[in-house]
């Protein structure tokens, strides 16, 4: 579950610390700088697509432009011959067909027409000129008979339905104008145009100054759409430029044009997704180097981390167990940086100091016990050899007294006799102090008995259930063992008694081939049990304490369990 302690604890994370303001930093950097980038490359690209395209088109449109000013000029040459300026009608055919060699680049035919339309002499024959007649009707009524300009114009094949130009040149003799037609190819348009690299797929167009196009012959028009993107650009139609637009299918096209005469135009047109495939093998892969070099940079960080972390997590573990009383945990190294070690190092000295201090405390804890028993024997000897034998003494005297009165006096036997059951408490209270003192059981009969008395005095004191169980084979231990047994099996049971309000006590004794394990169990209250035992201390549990220290100093271990609720279970183990 997320709490806010949670989220505190992970803030102030390393780990989070370095993904905070190392990793996530650089890896926005370095994917603000691809971008940025790839769409600068892009931009660059285009500008150098559409200066491309831009020159490709005004190259060709400037060789066109010279085919069909020779075209022109062949055209007016023939017309200017003497023979056909001054011939007879009758002989146009005749000089028409004298003159073909220099009109081979007219490829679809040649023709002398009046203003009126009338065909004076043609090839190929009539029937075809007649029906182109009416495309070339608006251009006649321009010109007159030895006035005018050259026209170019467009004518469509009604058979064929293709689209052809035409030069026609006025005043020629009786003839109202001299008229060359000729494909793209004739003029040599269609060869420059085939021979013009427009990328994969790029198309270079010529068309005329109503849109229609010329070349290539596959294509029976252009898209309207690329015209019409020109002129609501505001471009000029009369002015080279290249700009992108999209296509009726809204694909991204780079378009270029540049203007010939009379409104014709060569257009190149090239789409944009072939520019970007071979330009994005190189632009798509920069993010992929970048985010190659920024999970590097985090697995590089990642090793790095681990290089802090992990011994990090290793010397708080060990420092957690020095707490527990582990004093060589940070003995071995834990890896990592070398200030990581320094600080091993650091709390494997403290450790040992506290050690050292700890080996000399519980020396001088285990002359003071051994101190303590003596005094405890030494005050239980005096008690039990002078005062009590005194006690019964003066016990015996009165009783003596008691009976020496005469009958009359029974006001003075009376006082005797309180005197004589008084002197009786306090000897039985001094025989009880005396065992605590001096367990008596313990040293005459042994362990067993001496716990038995233990639990004897519990039951008969508190009316608890006292149970006492032996397991194994007993045997006689060393004294100072024994006694260590009786003290904490007699804390444990006076803790019992003062504090659990259990009803049911079960003290086990298990004989080992190593030694003795005690295990003290109760249904009592319980109590929360602190996380280290130097807190045992600090909430008042001396008791508890001194018995871990008993165990210790002996070579020995002893571990507490209790829940609010859920009782108290004891167990120490004493080696041989």
């Known amino acids: 579950m997320i709490t806010r302690d949670w989220l505190k604890r992970l803030w102030r994370d390393l780990r989070s610390q370095m993904l905070l303001w190392i990793v996530f ?89 009046t203003t009126g339309g009338e065909v004076l002499a043609a ?32 004518l469509e094949e009604p058979l064929s339905r293709r689209t052809l130009a ?32 427009v990328g994969s797929t790029g198309v270079a167009y010529l068309i005329d100054g109503r849109g229609t196009v010329l070349y290539p012959l596959s294509q029976f028009q252009l898209e309207s759409d690329a015209l019409t993107h020109l002129r609501m650009d505001g471009t000029q139609l009369a002015e080279a430029g290249a700009h992108v637009h999209r296509d009726l299918a809204g694909e991204p096209m780079v378009l270029a044009h540049a203007p ?35 999970l590097g940079s985090l697995i590089t960080i990642a090793l790095g981390v681990r290089q802090v972390l992990l011994p990090l997590e290793a010397l708080r573990h060990s420092a957690s167990k020095i707490a527990e009383g582990d004093f060589s945990a940070a003995r071995d190294p834990v890896g990592g940086i070398t200030e990581i ?43 039990h050899d002078d005062t009590v034998q005194s006690l019964v003494v003066l016990s015996q005297e009165l009783e003596r007294a008691q009976r020496d009165l005469p009958a009359t006096a029974k006001r003075s036997g009376q006082k005797l006799a309180d005197l004589r059951e008084l002197t009786g408490s306090i000897i039985d209270d001094l025989r009880r102090y005396i065992g605590d003192l001096r367990p008596v059981y313990l040293e005459d009969l042994g362990l067993i008995p001496g716990l038995q008395k233990l639990a004897d005095d519990l039951a008969a004191s508190d009316h608890i259930d006292t149970e006492l169980e032996v397991s194994g084979t007993p045997y006689r231990l060393a ?91 004891i167990v120490f183990h004493l080696p041989v």
């Open 123 to 154: 090839w190929p024959d009539s029937d075809v000129w007649t029906a182109r007649i009416q495309g070339v009707m608006p251009a006649l009524e321009q010109i007159s008979v030895g006035e005018g300009p050259p026209l170019l114009i467009t």
């Open 479 to 569: 004294a100072d063992v024994e006694l260590a047994i009786f003290r904490i099996v007699q804390e444990a049971l006076n803790n019992v008694e003062q504090h659990a309000q259990a009803s049911r006590v079960h003290v086990r004794a298990q004989f080992d081939s190593d030694g003795i394990t005690v295990f003290i169990e109760d249904d009592g209250v319980g109590f929360e049990l602190p996380e280290t035992p130097n807190e045992l201390t600090e909430r008042g549990h001396f008791g508890l304490m001194g018995m871990q220290e008993r165990a210790i100093l002996l070579g020995g271990w002893l571990s507490t369990w209790s829940e609010p609720g859920q009782g108290t279970r």
């Open 260 to 294: 010939l005469r009379d409104g014709w135009m060569v257009i190149v047109q090239e789409p944009w997704s072939d520019l970007l495939a071979p330009m994005m093998r190189y632009s798509q892969i920069t993010p992929l180097v970048v985010v190659l070099i920024a």
């Open 166 to 197: 035409a030069w026609v040149v006025a005043g020629v003799g009786q003839a109202g104008a001299l008229v060359g037609v000729f494909s793209p190819k004739g003029c040599g348009a269609e060869q420059i145009l085939a021979d013009l690299t």
């Open 25 to 113: 930093p650089v890896a926005a950097i370095l994917l603000a700088l691809s971008f940025t980038g790839v769409y600068s490359h892009q931009r660059a690209m285009r500008t150098l697509v559409e200066d491309r395209d831009l020159a490709l088109a005004t190259v060709a449109a400037s060789a066109i432009e010279e085919g069909l000013d020779r075209c022109r000029d062949t055209l007016e040459s023939v017309r200017d011959q003497a023979g056909l300026r001054h011939a007879e009608p009758v002989d146009y055919p005749l000089l028409l067909r004298e003159y073909s060699p220099q009109l081979g680049a007219f490829d679809e035919g040649v023709a002398l027409l």
């Open 341 to 383: 070690d320094e600080l091993r190092i650091s709390i494997n000295e403290m450790a040992d100091r506290v050690r050292s201090y700890q080996t000399s405390m519980r020396s001088y804890a285990a002359a003071l016990t051994a101190a303590q028993d003596e005094e405890r024997l030494r005050v239980g000897h005096e008690l």
